[in-house]
């Protein structure tokens, strides 16, 4: 799966994890290709997912985040 990351902290994933690497076909700076059922535990998975998704989140206009309310 893609998942939007912390630039820095895409990069030291990428090093650390067999299973994390840049993000296919994504903006590899920002985007790390997770996959599943490697090295990444489903408890380190779904912090990856939440911090994902709290960053696509800040990037919304306030409208939206209001539609996600």
Not at 59 to 66: E, H, M, Q, R
């Amino acid at each position: 799966m893609n998942l939007k990351c912390d630039p820095d902290w895409a990069s030291a994933l990428c090093g650390e994890y067999e299973s994390i690497h840049t993000g296919w076909h994504m903006n590899k700076k920002h985007w790390n290709t997770v996959t599943l059922n490697d090295d990444v535990s489903d408890t380190f998975a779904f912090e990856l997912i939440t911090h994902s998704y709290d960053l696509v989140v800040k990037g919304l206009t306030k409208k939206l985040k209001a539609e996600l309310k």
